[in-house]
């Protein structure tokens, strides 16, 4: 089994993939800290033959992390913000700087349909963009749903948005505080991706196909007027490209990933962008 982690700043993702049929067998989130207890918080480490790492969290995490799985599997990797990868530059000024989730959902984006906004809808909300060639130009750092709900003190920070609540209702103007703090923060989020999708298409003389990942990525989709594709696996798409180790992989074939549909024409996207600045 190939252990994968995607350990954010507060909720570490684990999923078991199956190296001989590339299967995704089991998958889980814990809390994130500095140890681990295999068996309860990620899987037992016997059946673990590698284990592949994007980690966001403090450098005392990770070194823990890589300590003791060191010590029970041998094989383990762990992903870094280069200059170049997989034929994608690397857009920021010192580019290990750039958050390695980031720089993998970036490079998973680029792989499956060449160039792309990549969007990340966790605890904070990322925007990165890949040129068609390879070119990442950087991005848009915000925050996430749950920390912009956090920030008001206005008693609501315990009603999550339902994440199957539709989008028409999510975008009316709410008529109790806890509504109007969610449909606010949902405004908030989804109008700053289509805007700056827009802008930067515009920008770039180029209409981009749009991937959505991250915990809110479901309900955030709703809300999007352009067409894009959720994949929830993007992360370790990158992971898996990257650090490919099954049959499939090294083909080239990342799990879980979407078909992407063929973005709007770019006279549309501009088309829209005009009109937003109209009123
Ligand atoms: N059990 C949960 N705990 C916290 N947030 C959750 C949970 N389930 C869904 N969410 C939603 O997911 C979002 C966090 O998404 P995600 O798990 O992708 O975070 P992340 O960006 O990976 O976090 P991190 O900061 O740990 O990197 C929150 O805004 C929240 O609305
Ligand atoms: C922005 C987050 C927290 C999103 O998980 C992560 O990518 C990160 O810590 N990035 C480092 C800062 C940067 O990307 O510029
Ligand atoms: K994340």
Not at 108 to 127: E, H, K, M
Not at 128 to 144: A, N, Q
């Amino acid at each position: 089994m190939i252990l994968d982690l995607d350990i954010g700043n507060t909720l570490t993702k684990w999923r078991l993939k199956d190296a001989d049929s590339s299967e995704i067998r089991s998958r889980g989130a814990v809390w994130t800290r500095e140890e681990w207890r295999p068996g309860s918080d990620i899987p037992d480490l016997d059946i673990v033959e590698a284990v592949r790492i994007s980690s966001v969290a403090r450098r005392a995490v990770l070194e823990e992390t890589v300590a003791l799985l060191q010590r029970q599997v041998g094989n383990v990797h762990v992903a870094r913000s280069t200059p170049e990868a997989l034929g994608v530059a690397n857009g920021y000024e010192e580019p290990e700087r750039l958050g390695v989730d980031r720089w993998l959902g970036a490079l998973a984006g680029y792989q499956l349909a060449g160039g792309c906004c990549a969007v990340d809808c966790g605890s904070a909300i990322t925007i990165d963009f890949v040129l068609p060639g390879g070119r990442h130009l950087g991005g848009y750092i915000l925050p996430g749903l749950r920390l912009m709900k956090e920030s008001l003190k206005l008693g609501t920070r315990n009603v999550a948005i339902d994440p199957d609540s539709e989008a028409e209702e999510l975008l009316a103007p709410g008529r109790r505080t806890v509504e109007a703090v969610n449909h606010g923060i949902y405004m908030a989020a989804v109008s700053a991706i289509n805007r700056v999708y827009a802008e930067v298409c515009d920008m770039e003389g180029v209409a981009l196909p749009l991937l959505l990942t991250g915990g809110d990525a479901r309900v955030v989709s709703r809300g999007l007027q352009v067409p894009h594709a959720v994949w929830p696996d993007m992360v370790y798409g990158g992971l898996e490209a990257c650090f490919p180790l099954t049959a499939a992989e090294r083909a080239g074939r990342m799990s879980g990933a979407p078909r992407v549909p063929p973005p709007v024409s770019l006279e549309k996207i501009r088309a829209g962008l005009a009109f937003s600045m109209l009123l």
